[in-house]
T-cell receptor
Framework: NAGVTQTPKFQVLKTGQSMTLQCAQD?????MSWYRQDPGMGLRLIHY???????DQGEVPNGYNVSRSTTEDFPLRLLSAAPSQTSVYFC?????????????FGPGTRLTVL | AQSVAQPEDQVNVAEGNPLTVKCTYS??????LFWYVQYPNRGLQFLLK??????LVKGSYGFEAEFNKSQTSFHLKKPSALVSDSALYFC?????????FGAGTRLTVKP
């Protein structure tokens, strides 16, 4: 199993540009999520999905959209990039959304918005 | 609200000495607690978790964590530190449909 994969690894955008961060998992996990990591703040939840066709907002959803058309894929869209969205983005998945299930993380995407 | 706190930004230990990375939690109901490690330019790797039962949880790479209900703590420990243990460590709690992380503790093990 490849686990959780993310593309691209690095991306530089100009303010106002849009892009999609890709995330895929091959473990047949129901739950998938997106986090951003900023220095001194740990990881903060952006959006999550408990199954295909079901998404919901996390702690910091503004400026981001998600969709979940298949169990495997959970892309994150930046509609109009802003410098405040410069961060490292991690996708994660777990078997279910229950509190005892372990989340497994992808390698991350480092995004810079100029 | 459920949360965790890591009171130390940085922990320095000498190779071969025991190490402790501290975590305290605030949880209503049963606490489900996790530890992750992040090496430079990598994603988070799962180390161990506490669900129920024995207060001493053993995990990957020789790490263990001690759950203490009276002190609301879940400290990560290792009897003998290695230089390769140098990394960023995160404690986390998982409320339903979410995961809340501490700010992280940077562990440096010096030869």
């Amino acid at each position: 199993n490849a686990g959780v994969t993310q593309t691209p690894k690095f991306q530089v955008l100009k303010t106002g540009q849009s892009m999609t961060l890709q995330c895929a998992q091959d473990m047949n996990h129901e739950y998938m999520s997106w986090y951003r990591q900023d220095p001194g703040m740990g990881l903060r939840l952006i959006h999550y999905s408990v199954g295909a066709g079901i998404t919901d907002q996390g702690e910091v959803p503004n400026g981001y959209n998600v969709s979940r058309s298949t169990t495997e894929d959970f892309p994150l869209r930046l509609l109009s990039a802003a410098p405040s969205q410069t961060s490292v983005y991690f996708c994660a998945s777990s078997r279910t959304f229950t509190s005892t299930d372990t989340q497994y993380f992808g390698p991350g995407t480092r995004l810079t918005v100029l | 609200a459920q949360s965790v706190a890591q009171p130390e930004d940085q922990v320095n230990v000498a190779e071969g000495n025991p190490l402790t990375v501290k975590c305290t939690y605030s949880v209503s109901g049963n606490p489900y607690l996790f530890w992750y490690v992040q090496y430079p330019n990598r994603g988070l790797q799962f180390l161990l978790k506490y669900i129920t039962g024995d207060n001493l949880v053993k995990g990957s790479y020789g790490f263990e964590a001690e759950f203490n209900k009276s002190q609301t703590s879940f400290h990560l420990k290792k009897p003998s530190a290695l230089v390769s243990d140098s990394a960023l460590y995160f404690c986390a709690v998982r409320p339903l449909r979410d995961m809340r992380f501490g700010a992280g503790t940077r562990l440096t093990v010096k030869p």
